[in-house]
């Protein structure tokens, strides 16, 4: 199986500060189709989780455009322009390319 | 809206079987493929399986931890994918989400414990 690598697991950012959570895979991640199927997840305490990004660089729909994906092959990084109050959780990334789909172990993001 | 209900979850004895149902709305239930994942308490996430569309032979994927114990399927005519899950054990317990790309239901608790 593929494994998911974040660092760091534990994040304290101040509000309004930016935040990168990296994300790397043991193997490339590029799709005999051309594409990568890098997906980022939000999860929130005491909720489901919410996909904010696909293809390492797409934004769900209603995902605020703080957020941002990128990265290639097999490193992949996570971006909060200037962190808010209700971006606490957990992130985590999560291969699609490789069967079967694989997490990385997520990354805590807390305010200082 | 698209809106997925898990239901089923509950307390169970290991080696016993339950079965969880995923019930959906707003949107053609037939045309799109269906999957699990899982959340055991305090841990990350990890996939369970999946199940195609008719249009795409209805087939089924599983995890290696589940595969030849859980068994998804589908109701098209009722708008519910079910997973079935045989031989429990304690590692199964977890919280259990149905998704439909990218909606995640609210996830239903399941605990194997004597």
């Known amino acids: 199986d593929v494994v998911m690598t974040q660092s760091p697991l534990s994040l304290p950012v101040t509000l309004g500060q930016p935040a990168s959570i990296s994300c790397r895979s043991s193997q490339s991640l590029v799709y005999s189709d051309g594409n990568t199927y890098l997906n980022w997840f939000q999860q929130r305490p005491g909720q489901s989780p919410r996909r904010l990004i696909y293809?390492?660089?797409n934004r769900d729909s209603g995902v605020p455009d703080r957020f941002s994906g990128s990265g290639s092959g097999t490193d992949f990084t996570l971006k909060i322009s200037r962190v808010e109050a209700e971006d606490v959780g957990v992130y985590y990334c999560?291969?699609?390319?490789?069967?079967?789909?694989?997490f990385g172990q997520g990354t805590k993001v807390e305010i200082k | 809206e698209v809106q997925l209900v898990e239901s089923g979850g509950g307390l169970v004895q290991p080696g016993r079987s339950l079965r969880l149902s995923c019930t959906a709305s707003?949107?053609?239930?037939?045309?799109?493929?269906m999957s699990w994942f899982r959340q055991a308490p305090g841990k990350g996430l990890e996939w369970v399986g999946f199940i195609r569309s008719k249009a795409y032979g209805g087939t089924t994927e599983y995890a290696a931890s589940v595969k030849g114990r859980f068994t998804i399927s589908r109701d098209d005519s009722k708008s519910i994918a079910y997973l079935q899950m045989n031989s429990l054990k304690t590692e199964d317990t977890a919280v259990y989400y149905c998704?439909?790309?990218?909606?995640w239901g609210q996830g239903t608790l399941v605990t194997v414990s004597s």
């Open positions: 707003g949107f053609t239930f037939g045309d799109y493929a």
């Open positions: 998704t439909r790309d990218p909606t």
């Open positions: 293809k390492v660089s």
């Open positions: 999560m291969q699609g390319t490789h069967w079967p789909q694989t």
